[in-house]
C-alpha cells in the first residue's frame, strides 16, 4: 500500500480480492486446460503463472500490481486442483491420504513461514521486494524440474464393462448432487477461515497465527490417523462439530487466554479431518483422472465463490451496524457448522475391512 500510495482500504482489498477472482476462474477452468494440453504441461503452465508474481514488487501503477497478483493466484487456483489427478496416477490408494494431507499442509507451512518468520526472512534479503523475488526464483526452478519428469497420461479405458465413461464434464459434474454436497460441507469453513486473516485482526481478534501453527499440527496428525483408521465421515463430524464450538469462543469470548485456547484447539480440528476429506473423492468408485479433475475443479470454484460473497456480507453487516461485529460473527459462526451438516450428505468412502 506504500509503494504504490493507496491510502484506501477498499481499494487495498482488491489487492488479495484478485487473488481469490482468480481462484474462482481457475479452479473452475483447471479441468478444460487438462483435457487440452494434459496435466503435465497444464500443471507446468501453472507452475510458470506462479511465477508471474515476481512482478508484483516492481509493478510501476496499481493495474499492474492487480494483473500480477491475479495470474498468480490464476496459477494457485489450476495447480491445487492438478495435484489430484497426478495423486491418483502416481499413488496407490493406501498411499493417496498420506500424499493428499502432504498437497493440504504445503499451503499452511508457507503462510506460517510468512506470519512468523518474514521479518527475518526481510533481514536476510534486505526487504520484502528481494524477498518476493526469492520465492518467484524458487518457483521457477520448481518449473523447471517439473519439466523433467516423465508424465505419460494413461489412456483411457472404454471397453471394460461397468467402466466409467472417460468423458465427465463440467455439465455431468453440476448435475451431479455429490459436488454439490462436496462443496457445501468445505464453504463456510473456508469463508469463516477467509475472514479469520482478513476481518478478525480489525475486530481486535489477533490468535490468527495460532490457528496456522496448530493447523499443521492437526494436518500432520490427521494424516496419520486415516492410514489408521479408513473410515472418513466419523472424524469430519466430530470436527466440524468441535469447530463450531471453538469459532464461537474464539468469536465471543472476551477472556484472552480463552480465546488463545480455542484458536489452539481450531486450529487442530480445521486440518485434522482435510485428509479424510479429501480422500473421499479418490475413493468413489469407478473414479478417473478427467473426473476427479472436475470434482476438484468444481469443488474450489463454488467454495471460493460461497466466500467471496460472505467475505462481501461480512464487511456489509459491520457497516450496517455501525462497526459492531456481533451479527457478522453469528454469521460466520452459523456458517462453520457447514462441515458438520454437510457429512451427513457425503457418502461413506473408507472401508473397515482395510484395518485386517
Known amino acids: 500500500m506504500a509503494s504504490m500510495h493507496i491510502d484506501s482500504l477498499a481499494s487495498a482489498s482488491f489487492i488479495s480480492g484478485a487473488v481469490t477472482l482468480a481462484k474462482i476462474v481457475g479452479t473452475f477452468g483447471a479441468a478444460y486446460l487438462a483435457v487440452k ?8 503452465f501453472a507452475s510458470l503463472l506462479i511465477v508471474v508474481g515476481i512482478v508484483t514488487p516492481y509493478a510501476t501503477h496499481y493495474e499492474l500490481l492487480l494483473a ?34 502432504l498437497n493440504a499442509v504445503a499451503f499452511n507451512v508457507g503462510t506460517a513461514i510468512v506470519l512468523w518468520g518474514m521479518t527475518n526472512i526481510n533481514d536476510i534479503t534486505g526487504g520484502w521486494k528481494s524477498s518476493l ?70 475486530a481486535g481478534i489477533s490468535q490468527s497465527k495460532w490457528v496456522i501453527g ?45 480465546q488463545i485456547l480455542c484458536a489452539i484447539v481450531l486450529g487442530f480440528f480445521i486440518f485434522f479431518p482435510i485428509t479424510a476429506l479429501v480422500s473421499i473423492p479418490h475413493e468413489l468408485p469407478k473414479m478417473t483422472g478427467q473426473k476427479i479433475t472436475v470434482v476438484f475443479s468444481l469443488f474450489w470454484s463454488i467454495s471460493y465463490l460461497v466466500s467471496t460473497i460472505v467475505l462481501w456480507i461480512f464487511g456489509k453487516l459491520v457497516d450496517m451496524n455501525n462497526g459492531s461485529y456481533t451479527s ?27 484395518l485386517t
Not at 494440453?37 to 507446468?44: D, M, N, S
Not at 490464476?74 to 500424499?99: S, T
Open 37 to 44: 494440453v494434459g496435466v503435465k504441461y497444464a500443471f507446468l
Open 68 to 101: 500480477s497478483r491475479f495470474l498468480m493466484g490464476l496459477g494457485g487456483a489450476f495447480m491445487i486442483v492438478y495435484f489430484n489427478p497426478i495423486v491418483m496416477q502416481w499413488f496407490a490408494p493406501a498411499e493417496r491420504p498420506v500424499i493428499n494431507g
Open 133 to 202: 523475488v526469492l520465492f518467484s526464483l524458487a518457483s521457477l526452478v520448481l518449473a523447471i524440474l517439473w519439466m523433467l519428469v516423465k508424465f505419460d497420461t494413461p489412456e483411457p479405458v472404454n471397453h471394460a464393462p461397468g467402466a466409467e465413461p472417460t468423458e465427465y464434464g463440467y455439465i455431468d459434474g453440476l448435475k451431479d448432487k455429490f459436488n454439490w454436497a462436496y462443496a457445501f460441507t468445505y464453504s463456510g469453513l473456508l469463508s469463516f477461515y477467509i475472514c479469520l486473516f482478513t476481518f478478525y485482526p480489525q
Open 214 to 258: 496448530f493447523g499443521i499440527i492437526g494436518t500432520i496428525a490427521g494424516m496419520l490417523y486415516s492410514r489408521k483408521h479408513p473410515l472418513r465421515l466419523p472424524i469430519i463430524r466430530l470436527s466440524g462439530l468441535i469447530i463450531f464450538v471453538t469459532v464461537l469462543g474464539l468469536s465471543f469470548s472476551s477472556h484472552p487466554v480463552l
Open 328 to 354: 457478522s460473527f453469528l454469521m460466520i459462526t452459523g456458517l462453520t457448522a457447514t462441515v458438520f451438516v454437510g457429512s451427513y450428505f457425503l457418502p461413506e468412502t473408507g472401508k473397515t475391512k482395510e
